[in-house]
């Protein structure tokens, strides 16, 4: 089999055109290596060897053209790379990328941190979680993690409870921190960190919230109950709201 025919592609490959007619696509890279442009006639075992250098170099290529977008552990470009790639292509690819500095945990664990710091308010155990699906090691996590000062995660958690405070204006007081505490502690903050944060401050709904949430419900529950069904009611459903005895009891004195 001899090569008739180099027709230039873009992404630097080339077609190749053989003399029985078959074509196959090679990277500018493998013709050199294999100096095609002077070997032209190829055995069946010099193109195997061609072919299997020629996906190599693929594999390689896709990965840093994977990485160029977005920096990647080395479980993602593992996993990428299996829909395409045989096992031995992806250890050869994967080491050639460490070697040439492409793939390095290390780094891509602060990375990420950083990007959780500045682009999420997600606490250290929910960042550790993550980074733990992308198969960084415990190691690796901890070590970025023990840099970053508990005043920086304090900070974090005043600015979330800011937030779930203005958000949740309608709520009583006891479902809004059983509410907060139930999100700080999905975003990954500690029940030590976020008991202490509770402590230190205190939290404030509006006074009138359960005469405003009670004569909702008095207006809604008074056209289907009466007497003390109305009244039965109507403190079990502002109890599922969180408001305490005191609270409920001082409402219905007001409106009876």
Not at 42 to 60: F, R
Not at 139 to 148: C, F, P
Not at 209 to 219: M, Q
Request: hydrophobic share 35%.
């Amino acid at each position: 089999m001899e090569i008739v025919k180099f027709k230039k592609l873009k992404d630097n490959n080339y077609l190749l055109t053989f003399d029985d007619e078959s074509m196959i696509k090679l990277y500018d890279d493998v013709i050199v290596h294999f100096n095609l442009l002077v070997n032209k006639k190829i055995d069946n075992k010099k193109l195997s060897e061609i072919m299997k250098y020629n996906a190599e170099l693929e594999s390689y290529y896709k990965a840093i053209k994977y990485i160029n977008k977005k920096l990647r552990s080395k479980l993602e470009i593992i996993k990428y790379l299996e829909k395409n790639y045989d096992k031995k292509t992806i250890i050869k690819t994967i080491n050639k990328l460490e070697i040439d500095g492409y793939l390095n945990d290390i780094l891509f664990t602060s990375a990420y941190i950083n990007s959780e710091l500045n682009l999420t308010l997600n606490g250290p155990f929910k960042i550790e979680r993550e980074l733990k699906k992308l198969g960084i090691e415990e190691s690796y996590i901890i070590e970025e993690l023990s840099k970053i000062e508990e005043s920086v995660w304090i900070e974090r958690i005043d600015k979330i409870i800011n937030k779930k405070v203005k958000a949740n204006h309608n709520n009583s007081l006891k479902k809004l921190q059983d509410k907060i505490i139930y999100d700080l502690g999905n975003m990954g903050y500690s029940k030590e960190l976020i008991n202490e944060e509770f402590k230190a401050r205190e939290i404030k709904v509006d006074e009138n919230i359960v005469f405003k949430e009670g004569n909702k419900l008095f207006n809604k529950l008074s056209k289907k109950y009466q007497g003390s069904e109305l009244i039965y009611q109507l403190k079990n459903k502002l109890y599922l709201k969180g408001f305490t005895s005191e609270e409920i009891n001082n409402y219905l004195d007001n409106i009876e």
